[in-house]
């Protein structure tokens, strides 16, 4: 078989421009805090409250996390049975900053308010994000349901998977 | 020149490339694998020495930037860095603007963040724009009765540290002290600037830059470029030859 030219272009060089055109990293836009908490109350955004991360607490979050946790105290925003949680998590190098929604002890919404990586930013697609809704923990501090990964992606999902984790055992702690 | 002493040219050609890119070929192929598992490795958080990172970066530590005693606890900047006495805090940071003790510890201002510490330079939380701290914080200082106040954008801010709240005030009865920078002892500054030194590349940065030819300059870049279209030639070679010999 001869392999001229254009057998060449179709085969190789064609799929080569359109995998390149994808491959660009594309961090998405930043969602200021403030606006995140402003759109999930409705502008009527009620005072903070803390949780402190010490005894079990900590040694629980540590083990979710898989590291110490870089804050001793965090900050969530309660109105009736939903908390807002917004907390940082580094994925491979930079800290990510997730916006999640707990209601009822289950995951009502998870948002990525701030990706800083140089890849991964495909968590950020609504197509990820909803397998959070309706997550809740196991009796292992697990998610109930497998999250599909994605390629490339691997350290980013891991981050916002710990971070589901720790915010529903620690909305948990709360209710009880 | 006939076809067969064009097929033997040609030969001849992808034999010697092959020859010549040999080398690169095993320094990409290692280079690349490491870069591919780097987490794994730990290479991305290992660090090469600060002599090294002076010869072949030109890089060296910045000076130590403004330093704060808070009841008894020593807080220096340096490039991005926060130490609290001595030991780096976990993070990047602009420079700081001041420091107050507060009930749980230490606050630390900086232009747009306050981190709170505990006495053992623990991190409690990092307050941002989120907890609606003001931007372009200025100084940070207390009254006698322990009231902690901002200066922001020429503004005074009064501040809960607990419920985070930030709330503009008029300028308080008594007089606000604003923390001020103290010097800073030679040993610590020596010990800081050493202990950043050795942050500042990191073996993932060295393989990437061996990988990409960056190490050398423009010189290694052109030469990876060179060896780049010499295995594009090669592949086009070495298929083309495959395909008339196929043919026959």
């Not at chain 1, 916002?160 to 984790?165: A, C, G």
């Not at chain 2, 320094?27 to 958080?45: C, E, K």
């Amino acid at each position: 078989m001869r392999i001229g030219f254009r057998f060449l272009i179709k085969t190789i060089a064609l799929p080569l421009a359109v995998i390149l055109c994808f491959a660009a990293s594309a961090a998405g836009p930043v969602i200021a805090p403030g606006e995140y908490l402003d759109r999930i109350f409705a502008g009527a955004v009620p005072e903070s409250e803390t949780v402190w991360m010490s005894g079990e607490t900590k040694a629980i979050a540590t083990k979710i996390l898989g590291h110490k946790p870089d804050f001793l105290r965090l900050r969530y925003w309660r109105k009736d049975a939903m908390t807002v949680w917004v907390i940082d998590e580094i994925g491979k190098t930079e800290p990510i900053t997730f916006g999640l929604v707990i209601e009822d002890d289950v995951i009502k919404s998870a948002e990525v308010l701030a990706f800083r990586e140089s890849r991964g930013w495909e968590i950020q697609h609504e197509f990820f994000l909803n397998q959070f809704q309706g997550i809740a923990l196991d009796s292992d501090r697990n998610l109930d349901r497998p999250i599909d990964g994605i390629s490339g992606a691997t350290l980013s999902v891991r981050a916002i998977t710990r971070v589901s984790r720790l915010v529903l055992y620690l909305s948990q702690t709360l209710s009880s | 020149m006939n076809a067969a002493a064009r097929t033997r040219l040609l030969h001849a050609i992808h034999r010697r490339m092959g020859v010549c890119s040999a080398l690169f070929v095993i320094l990409l192929a290692v280079t690349g694998a490491l870069l591919q598992h780097s987490s794994t490795l730990g290479v991305d958080n290992d660090f090469v020495s600060p002599g090294f990172a002076k010869v072949w970066y030109g890089i060296v530590a910045p000076e130590a930037g403004p330093n704060y005693a808070i009841n008894g606890n020593l807080i220096t900047s340096i490039g991005d860095a926060l130490y609290c006495n001595g030991e780096r805090l976990p993070g990047r940071f602009t420079e700081p603007r001041g420091g107050v003790a507060f009930a749980h510890g230490l606050a630390i201002a900086t232009a747009s963040t306050i981190l709170l510490l505990t006495p053992e330079g623990e991190i409690i939380e990092t307050l941002t724009v989120a907890s609606g701290l003001p931007e372009n914080i200025e100084r940070i200082g207390t009254t006698p009765d322990g009231s902690i106040y901002l200066q922001a954008s020429n503004a005074i801010v009064e501040v809960d540290l607990d419920a985070a709240s930030f709330v503009t005030a008029e300028q308080p009865e008594a007089p606000i002290s604003w923390s001020s920078a103290s010097p800073i002892d030679g040993v610590l500054e020596s010990t800081i600037k050493e202990d950043y030194a050795g942050t500042l590349i990191s073996w993932e940065r060295l393989i990437l830059d061996i990988h990409t030819g960056r190490l050398l300059g423009t010189f290694g870049v052109v030469l990876v470029d060179l060896m780049a279209a010499l295995f594009l030639l090669l592949a086009l070679t070495g298929v083309w030859s495959w395909s008339r010999r196929r043919g026959r």
